[in-house]
């Protein structure tokens, strides 16, 4: 099947991947685009309520050849988005194994195109096992017949993506830096936004011949580069020591002690960085319109983006609605600690939201208003606003009130409020309420989010955790009993 058929306007995808990160953007891009998308996942229930309407997902597996089958069936375009770097075993053999498999299927379904992200740097002798590997599936899916079209990135910036999440824990945790060499060692960074668009720019890529395109950001620096370019503009004074040698065993250990990143993992991703990763031949013009973003752009982008993020997240999601309180639920988002935790009460969502609506000023915090003074107190004794400030109305809120030395930063009457810190601290801090109807009442949810900055924000919390935990586990609960005293009063 030739890819330039009446279909090729919306062709039919196949998209793998899509519970991953890059694979689960594309897929939004995707959809938002149109057409015929098909999802392979292992674990379809990943992406329920994940998807649009229109998607499908089938379940399946790169090692089983007879769901590959059916997920290839009238497949125009097949995006091959998987890898196995955070695989315990011979990943080299598993990422062989699988790219076989995909071939195989995606000939004889006759796919017209099959489109995969590989990495840079992989032509060197001394290449990492992680980057051979990537060479070797591009050669293995162009034995598939269809047309591939190939991109080779460096390091992808973008809220979520694993290198960027080393940059940002080494920098926010440590203020000086043992750096090895591999810190040094050039590459050519590509914020998320842009290895989306050409990932689904490569739909509209005329001709059927195989294709190889090199892709990265407008710049080319180290990773001590990016490291100093996120401490900048998070306003981090941070030290970098060089040393000679530092083996990637150990540099791996120790990435596992002071980043989210596992340790198998960060050894593979310093493996692919004794040798530069920087684009030697760019697409030609005219192949795809993008202007690719700088470090500056695209880490100011991640760091942005993940106030969308974390707005768009809803941590009900992963909290049980039954009623039952979680006691000190903290998760992390990127750098933030989050204290969720829920109630259930036996009132009418109204009640629910009347203590809400009246917290601080002279109502107080339902919970150790003397421990709320102490701490409005010291705010005030470094140069804060302190509590003195008080609330406009006792009963009603609007955006950008103040309630003591917190300043409302959304509200839906009835239902939400967001309150975003003014206190002097090493970090940004919220305090939000929601309240939804529950088939007992209402569920009131109640969430603590902090972003250090910092090794002193990240001191800063879990100093003061025991206190919060005390704090924010009482305030919930005076705030569900003055519910039901309100819905009793109305009735």
Excluded at 105 to 128: E, K, M, Q, T
Aim: hydrophobic share 40%.
């Amino acid at each position: 099947m030739s890819f330039q058929e009446p279909d090729a306007e919306r062709p039919r995808i196949l998209l793998t991947g899509a519970t991953g990160y890059i694979g689960g953007r594309l897929l939004t891009r995707l959809e938002a685009d149109g057409g015929h998308i098909r999802c392979l996942a292992r674990r379809p229930e990943n992406l329920a309520g994940k998807v649009a309407d229109s998607t499908e997902v089938v379940r399946g597996d790169l090692n089983d050849r007879d769901s590959l089958d059916q997920a290839m069936c009238e497949i125009d375009v097949a995006y091959y988005l998987v890898h196995s770097l955070g695989s315990s075993g011979d990943f080299e053999a598993e990422e062989a194994a699988s790219a076989q498999n995909f071939a195989d299927a995606a000939r004889n379904a006759g796919v017209g195109r099959i489109i995969y992200l590989g990495g840079l740097g992989g032509d060197a002798a001394s290449a990492s096992s992680h980057l051979r590997s990537r060479r070797r599936v591009g050669e293995i899916l162009r034995t598939s017949r269809a047309a591939v079209i190939e991109f080779r990135a460096s390091i992808v910036i973008g809220s979520g993506s694993v290198s960027f999440e080393m940059v940002r824990a080494l920098v926010e945790r440590l203020p000086v830096m043992i750096t090895p060499r591999w810190v040094s060692v050039p590459a050519q960074p590509i914020a998320i936004n842009d290895l989306i668009e050409y990932l689904a720019s490569a739909l509209k890529v005329e001709g059927d011949d195989n294709r190889v395109f090199e892709i990265g950001g407008s710049d080319v620096v180290s990773y001590g580069g990016l490291m100093r370019e996120y401490a900048r503009q998070r306003r981090l004074r941070r030290m970098m020591i060089a040393v000679p040698v530092l083996t990637p065993r150990l540099s791996s250990l120790w990435l596992g002690l002071v980043t989210p990143v596992y340790a198998r993992i960060g050894r593979k991703l310093i493996d692919s960085l004794r040798n530069a990763s920087v684009v030697d031949a760019p697409p030609p013009a005219g192949t795809f319109d993008i202007q690719p973003a700088g470090v500056q752009d695209a880490i100011a982008a991640a760091i942005h983006n993940e106030d969308r993020e974390f707005a768009e997240t809803r941590w009900s999601d992963a909290l049980s609605s039954s009623g039952a309180q979680r006691q000190n639920r903290t998760v992390r988002f990127g750098s933030r600690l989050v204290d969720t935790r829920t109630v259930v009460v036996p009132a009418p969502p109204q009640s629910a939201f009347s203590p809400i609506s009246k917290i601080g000023g002279d109502t107080g915090w339902y919970c150790a208003n003397y421990l709320w003074s102490i701490r409005g107190f010291l705010d005030l004794l470094t140069g804060g606003v302190g509590v003195r400030r008080g609330r406009r109305d006792p009963d009603r809120l609007a955006v950008g009130d103040t309630v003591d030395w917190w300043r409302v930063e959304s509200y839906e009457p009835g239902r939400r409020v967001k309150l975003f810190a003014e206190m002097r601290m090493p970090g940004r801090a919220w305090l939000e309420f929601e309240v939804s109807p529950h088939d007992q009442g209402s569920l009131i949810r109640q969430t603590a989010e902090f972003d250090p900055v910092g090794l002193a924000g990240l001191i800063y919390w879990y100093s003061l955790w025991p206190l919060h935990s005390y704090v924010f586990r009482g305030m919930i609960r005076g705030i569900a009993a003055a519910a039901v005293r309100d819905a009793r009063n109305r009735n």
